[in-house]
């Protein structure tokens, strides 16, 4: 079990996807390792996706890096061998969605005020094509074509209606249930599911490694313009006056 802990709400900063790229390098390797249950260590939130910090008013070698750094934890999630089940145990934004989409099975708390989506029209940014190709692979280009270009985020018993989770449970039988799923997925041989997920994935995860370079070009060009520099700027001033 891999349990987020980066308060306040577990926001993708550089460091936490450097650790969690090593984290689930680690487990690939480890031949005893079959499945991993990613889960938050803090209640109400699962993760509140990039950290925004990261990509505001920094340089160019900053955004490269840490774009490198978002690349890299997506391309070790969706291609593990690994089973891997998100728990998804509060709000899950943006990238924590990604991280929940690129799991095998989700399973999220039965909490209507936890929700979770590709909101990142809503912050004036663009989601990019292989956050796109994974979300599509889950739901389907109809659902995801709506869903992105209005940046919603589901409340939990929405998103199971759309098949953006696959099951809700109740909060305190939410890591019993994922380790039942997980047994249940491990009850197969390893090398007829590895193969059938690699199948399964296998274009959506060549076709970054193909346009890596181009994909970090892409992103520092864009997340360097000051319109958009300024959507986020109001995000996070938004973000913080909602507190007070
Ligand atoms: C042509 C172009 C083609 C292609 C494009 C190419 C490239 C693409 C370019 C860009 C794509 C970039 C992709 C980004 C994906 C993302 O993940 S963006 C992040 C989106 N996340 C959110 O919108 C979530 C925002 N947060 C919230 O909604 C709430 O905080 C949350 C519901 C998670 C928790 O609520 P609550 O418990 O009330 O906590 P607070 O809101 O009070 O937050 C506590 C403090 O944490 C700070 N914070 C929250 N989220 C973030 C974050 N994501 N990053 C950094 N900091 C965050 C918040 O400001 C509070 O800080 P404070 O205590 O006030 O200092």
């Known amino acids: 079990m891999m349990k987020f802990k980066s308060p306040p ?10 650790e969690f790229s090593i984290s689930l390098e680690k487990l690939e390797n480890d031949r005893a390792c079959r499945g991993v249950i990613i889960t938050s ?13 990261e990509m ?27 089973v891997t089940v998100a728990a998804v145990n509060g709000a899950s934004p943006a990238g924590g969605c ?20 590709l909101n990142e029209a809503q912050l004036g940014i663009v989601a990019p094509f292989w956050f ?7 739901v389907g280009q109809r659902i995801a074509e709506r869903a992105l270009q209005l940046g919603s985020l589901y409340p939990a018993p929405e998103a199971l209606k759309l098949g953006l989770v696959d099951e809700l449970v109740p909060e305190e039988k939410l890591l019993e249930k994922a380790s039942a799923v997980m047994a249940q997925w491990l009850a197969l041989p390893d090398h007829a599911r590895q193969i059938t997920k690699s199948m399964m994935r296998k274009a959506v995860l060549d076709r970054l490694v193909a346009h890596r370079e181009e994909d970090i070009k892409y992103f520092i ?24």
């Open 9 to 18: 709400v577990n926001s993708l900063s550089l460091d936490f996807l450097t």
């Open 98 to 117: 990604l991280i929940a989409l690129s799991c095998d099975y989700r399973i999220m708390a039965e909490n209507p005020k936890f929700s979770i989506g």
């Open 221 to 244: 060009n864009f997340i360097s313009k000051e319109s958009i520099q300024k959507s986020l700027r109001m995000y996070m001033e938004m973000l913080k006056k909602k507190k007070s």
């Open 132 to 138: 796109k190709d994974t979300f599509v692979n889950v």
């Open 56 to 82: 505001c008013g920094k340089s160019v070698e900053h955004y490269a890096e840490f774009w490198r750094a978002v690349q890299e934890m997506w391309l070790r999630l969706y291609g593990s061998n690994m």
């Open 41 to 53: 260590a803090i209640p109400k939130i699962f993760s509140s996706g990039l950290d925004i910090t």
